[in-house]
């Protein structure tokens, strides 16, 4: 769910005052150990991807989460992730991130970089504005088959990466990350985080034959792909960029509300203005719950 959450960070000054390297990020305000390992990072907290490190083991979870998720694509993704997953290569081993890369620039002029696990977020609007989406190196353990807290390289390359080959997403990859530096300044990061969450990682998307996943965090997922398509438990609600910036969301469970996009256009279009009035628009106003129902909502 790459750096979206909040985090805890800081730089890394050694004796002579000298900026040594990245500090650790650790994932919510509870007590989780930073995972990955930092000290190799840069100071925009890339890393090399060791790709020889992988096991036999690690190529073999990957493969068979892989497997999992590819299987039950059909009906419940949308068509073009579903075009473009073979663009990540074998299933049969982790994708080397710099052939990855090659074939991401030819397309759209993305490419993908190692980190070493959560990233602070300036460091990651800072690359996602350079067309540059940062990938997590380590795979999850064995045992987390089923649910990773932290977002590894599966979530990152199976979720992520396959829309990021359509155009149209990959700039509104890009203008999200240019965004989300200038909501920094204004201390805005909070309701672009939410924008993030119901799109990039929860977003639906309405097509001629139904509602299909397009968010990285649900097409990732063993159990909430299926579930929000077709379960009748969550709300269904039209995309409407107030409305997502207003309402908190689940970081623990399936999420009780999805928000539907017409098309990756409308996506882009909704975000190209300028924030900044709707960033206080939104202030002046409550916050939602995470399953609370407006009259003024679209429901699918
Ligand atoms: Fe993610």
């Known amino acids: 769910m790459?750096?979206?959450?909040?985090?805890?960070?800081?730089?890394?000054?050694?004796?002579?005052?000298?900026?040594?390297?990245?500090?650790?990020?650790?994932?919510?305000?509870?007590?989780?150990?930073?995972?990955?390992?930092?000290a190799q990072a840069r100071a925009d907290y890339t890393c090399e991807q060791d790709w020889a490190a992988y096991s036999a083991a690690d190529h073999d979870l990957y493969r068979r989460l892989y497997e999992r998720q590819a299987a039950q694509l059909g009906g419940l993704a949308c068509d073009e992730f579903i075009d473009a997953?073979?663009?990540?290569?074998?299933?049969?081993?982790?994708?080397?991130f710099d052939a990855l890369s090659e074939k991401l620039q030819r397309a759209t002029g993305w490419e993908v970089v190692a980190v070493?696990?959560?990233?602070?977020?300036?460091?990651?609007?800072?690359?996602?504005?350079?067309?540059?989406?940062?990938v997590t190196g380590w795979i999850r353990k064995p045992e987390e088959f089923d649910y990773v807290v932290e977002p590894d390289v599966f979530h990152d390359l199976f979720g992520h990466v396959p829309l990021l080959f359509n155009p149209m997403f990959a700039d509104y990859m890009q203008a999200y990350g240019a965004g989300g530096l200038k909501a920094s300044r204004l201390e805005s990061c909070e309701q672009l985080a939410r924008l993030y969450w119901y799109t990039v990682e929860f977003g639906l998307i309405d097509t001629p034959d139904?509602?299909?996943?397009?968010?990285?965090g649900i097409l990732s997922s063993a159990?909430?792909?299926?579930?929000?398509?077709?379960?009748?438990?969550?709300?269904?609600?039209?995309?409407?960029?107030?409305?997502?910036m207003r309402t908190?969301?689940?970081?623990?469970?399936?999420?009780?509300?999805?928000f539907v996009i017409d098309s990756f256009k409308q996506?882009?279009?909704?975000?190209?203005?300028?924030?900044?009035?709707?960033?206080?628009?939104?202030?002046?106003?409550?916050?939602?719950?995470?399953?609370?129902?407006?009259?003024t909502d679209r429901v699918f």
């Open 248 to 258: 908190r969301y689940k970081i623990d469970s399936y999420q009780s509300t999805y």
């Open 223 to 244: 159990g909430e792909l299926r579930h929000s398509v077709t379960s009748r438990e969550p709300q269904r609600l039209g995309f409407d960029l107030d409305r997502i």
């Open 85 to 96: 997953i073979g663009l990540l290569g074998s299933p049969a081993q982790i994708p080397r």
């Open 267 to 295: 996506l882009f279009d909704a975000t190209a203005p300028d924030f900044k009035p709707i960033y206080e628009r939104v202030a002046g106003l409550h916050e939602l719950t995470a399953d609370e129902r407006l009259p």
């Open 210 to 216: 139904g509602l299909r996943a397009y968010g990285a």
């Open 2 to 38: 790459a750096a979206l959450i909040d985090t805890v960070t800081e730089a890394v000054v050694d004796a002579r005052g000298v900026n040594s390297g990245v500090a650790p990020v650790t994932y919510g305000h509870g007590e989780r150990p930073p995972r990955g390992d930092y």
């Open 116 to 134: 070493p696990g959560l990233i602070p977020e300036e460091a990651f609007f800072s690359l996602l504005s350079r067309r540059r989406f940062p």
